[in-house]
């Protein structure tokens, strides 16, 4: 946080992202998001200074002070899904110490609480309400240059040393393709964030500023491997395939040979699609799959098939993609068959596919899926952690309601033990390695929740010794990796 004040009449901005904690341990370049590098280019190519500050609760106070002597012009806090017990006192103390900060509040919870926030924080200069994309043009305003989203930036004017040390320490680009999604999935907050918020809904950004931004970060700092942050970087439709192509011929025009993972529907992996993308060197996708019950895709809204997941774990398979899923294993709605065709259909794809989990749907007042479905739903009782718009609910179905208590704690027990059974162990040398341990061990533990499903009544003793034999097999599956050795 050092640093000395510019002589130049020019604008000192520190960011404080909030709600990244574990990023944030050590604000690896994976965490700064592609906006704000385009902010820290713009604040420096017009002679001012951005810091970014590293959260810690415990020092948050001194923080505030070692802020307010610094004499930053602006602090601009982004704030996603949880506001910390320290930040308004935080906000208060920097403003007593210096009132001549203008302090910005942007992200999730002030878009939805900003009358709220603007009313219990006199202080704050102003509380942006929308998406990032939307939102910095009125942190642009302020500090008087231009805003133009998706213009490359010329990195040839800042010290590369110190771009790099910030943005590329981990040596891969974060690439930011597009903004919102044209999807309305009924359990999705991001989606009705933008549709409510961003004018346009969803926004392809222009692929050749994108592949130039590539072709800056490869040619300047031999950057191969580009991840796009994007909720949904193909879109859908018939804009998927030309995107795929767009993106695939402008990397071949500018004779870029990089790899590059993404997130997108698994309704878009399609053989047309799925080569472009190859050419374009797709090595990892993620998938919202969700659920392989059909009854819960049409109540989540996802407009997609187990057929669409079937097809798109093959299509990955056949060309060497490696697969991230998402899963949501219970709705309130759910029933026990559901819940069961569910989990068999994830087995089935777990072979290939590394799951990532939620046990329970959580339930937003601000999706879909509430607006729906909340006059079916009982046991509503809203909690405050997360902007006092989630429900914890009661389920529908039997057998949810007397076993999804027990369901639940072998899962996050199993969940809690695959993280950190290999803690006892020498590190995995590979991220390969890393990679099919948690999908096999993943692949245990649904193989484990079948079973307490397929019983009628499963008491917590069977239940225990069940995780037991999980356990067992993960940890056969743990000495399985040759370079893996106990650490006594
Ligand atoms: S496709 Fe993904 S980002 Fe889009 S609405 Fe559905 S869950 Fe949300």
């Given at each position: 946080m050092e640093r000395t004040m510019n002589e130049k009449k020019a604008v000192s901005l520190a960011l404080l992202e909030l709600n990244n904690k574990v990023k944030n341990q050590d604000l690896a370049s994976a965490s700064i998001l592609p906006v704000w590098r385009r902010l820290w280019l713009d604040i420096k190519c017009n002679g001012g200074e951005m810091d970014f500050i590293q959260e810690n609760s415990s020092v948050m106070i001194e923080v505030a002070l070692k802020l307010a002597n610094l004499k930053y012009d602006i602090i601009l806090i982004h704030i996603d899904s949880f506001i910390p017990n320290w930040l308004f006192p935080f906000i208060k103390l920097l403003h007593n110490t210096d009132q001549s900060i203008d302090i910005f509040l942007c992200g999730f919870i002030p878009t939805v609480k900003c009358g709220e926030l603007a009313e219990a924080l006199p202080e704050v200069h102003a509380v942006i309400s929308g998406p990032l994309e939307s939102s910095m043009e009125i942190i642009y305003n302020r500090i008087g240059i231009t805003f133009r989203p998706y213009e490359v930036k010329d990195i040839s004017a800042v010290d590369q040393s110190v771009f790099k040390d910030l943005f590329l320490k981990d040596s891969v680009g974060l690439i930011q393709a597009s903004a919102g999604c044209p999807m309305t999935c009924s359990f999705c907050r991001y989606s009705s964030l933008y549709h409510r918020y961003?004018?346009?809904?969803y926004e392809q950004f222009p692929i050749d500023n994108i592949v130039s931004e590539i072709l800056e970060l490869n040619r300047?700092?031999?950057?191969s491997h580009f991840k796009f942050i994007d909720s949904n970087f193909l879109g859908c439709g018939k804009m998927a395939y030309k995107r795929a192509v767009d993106l695939a011929s402008s990397l071949q025009a500018k004779g870029l040979d990089i790899t590059c993972e993404m997130h997108c529907r698994s309704d878009m992996v399609q053989t047309d699609i799925i080569s472009q993308l190859v050419k374009c060197g797709l090595r990892h996708l993620s998938i919202g799959i969700e659920s392989m019950s059909q009854n819960q895709l049409d109540r989540f809204g996802k407009k997609e098939t187990v057929m669409d997941h079937r097809s798109a774990k093959e299509l990955t398979v056949k060309h060497g993609i490696s697969v991230q899923g998402y899963a949501i294993l219970a709705d309130p709605l759910v029933t026990r068959e559901e819940l069961l065709e569910n989990l068999s259909g994830l087995y089935e794809l777990s072979e290939e596919v590394l799951f990532i989990i939620n046990e329970k749907m959580i339930l937003y007042s601000t999706t879909d899926y509430y607006k729906k479905y909340h006059s079916l739903l009982s046991g509503l009782k809203p909690f405050k952690v997360s902007l006092g718009t989630a429900f914890d609910y009661s389920f529908k179905d039997k057998w949810c309601i007397e076993n999804f208590g027990i369901f639940q704690k072998a899962s996050l027990l199993l969940k809690y033990k695959i993280r950190t059974?290999?803690?006892?162990?020498?590190?995995?040398?590979s991220f390969a390695d890393n990679y099919l341990y948690i999908k096999k061990a993943t692949s245990h533990k649904i193989q484990l929740l079948m079973r307490i499903v397929s019983e009628n009544k499963p008491d917590e003793s069977k239940v225990m010794l069940w995780c037991n034999e999980a356990l067992k097999k993960i940890e056969e599956l743990l000495t399985s990796y040759n370079e893996l050795k106990v650490i006594k």
């Open positions: 961003y004018k346009g809904v300047k700092f031999n950057i059974l290999p803690l006892s162990y020498s590190p995995f040398v």
